[in-house]
């Protein structure tokens, strides 16, 4: 790895990592409904499926998924109805496991909120092909080491990043949160994350492979 390699892949990185998309509006929901430090550590599930999509990418899988417009179809559309049914939950104020007395739908537990986090990224098409077609062009032939061990180095790092702009997502959440709004403002809030998320499952209905 060289530093000229880093100092292209960090920005760029960054840039693409803290982009709005299905994860980090859930990293931002699950910090407006359960708090910073509950939000934070679900991301270990995001996390995980990250790190399954580059062992996945360097056995070839990512390659059939890139070619395949069965394939690439089957995981879109999974990820389409997961995010559409977070959403209709969020709409309307119940969830499967507990509700505050202010009407707002809370999820119960960091691993349950984890587990959407792993959910929700492995049944993103474009999350897979982050890590067969952004990655890779940052990978350098001439740089003394094997193209295996410097996708996983920079896939390393861009977990790393994908990490810290996701805890600034599930923060702005909690700021929201930590304003202590009334019940009808939380129930609004609980209304328009719902709507979002929704909006979120109809942007990857319309997600095409590049």
Not at 14 to 24: D, K, Y
Not at 114 to 130: C, D, G, Q
Request: aromatic share 8%; with cysteine; hydrophobic share 60%.
């Amino acid at each position: 790895m060289t530093l000229a390699q880093l100092l292209l892949f960090l920005p760029a990185a960054a840039i693409v990592a803290a982009s709005p998309g299905a994860n980090n509006l859930l990293a931002f929901v699950n910090g407006s409904r359960e708090g910073f430090l509950p939000a934070a550590t679900a991301l270990v599930g995001r996390c995980i499926a990250f790190v399954l999509m580059i062992a996945i990418m360097i056995v070839g899988l990512g390659a059939l998924l890139e070619a395949s417009e069965l394939a690439f179809r089957i995981i879109k559309w999974a990820g389409v109805l997961y995010l559409a049914y977070l959403g209709a939950k969020m709409m309307i104020g119940r969830d499967n496991t507990q509700e505050g007395t202010t009407g707002v739908a809370h999820i119960g537990s960091v691993s349950a909120l984890a587990r959407r986090e792993f959910i929700v990224a492995m049944t993103n098409p474009k999350a897979v092909l982050l890590f067969t077609a952004f990655v890779p062009q940052f990978i350098a032939s001439d740089a003394g080491s094997s193209f295996t061990f410097q996708l996983v180095v920079l896939g390393a790092i861009y977990i790393a990043v994908e990490f810290a702009a996701a805890m600034g997502w599930a923060l702005a959440g909690s700021i929201i949160r930590s304003m202590h709004p009334s019940g009808r403002r939380l129930l609004l809030l609980n209304r328009v994350t719902g709507a979002m998320m929704l909006g979120a499952a109809g942007l990857l209905a319309t997600a095409r492979r590049a």
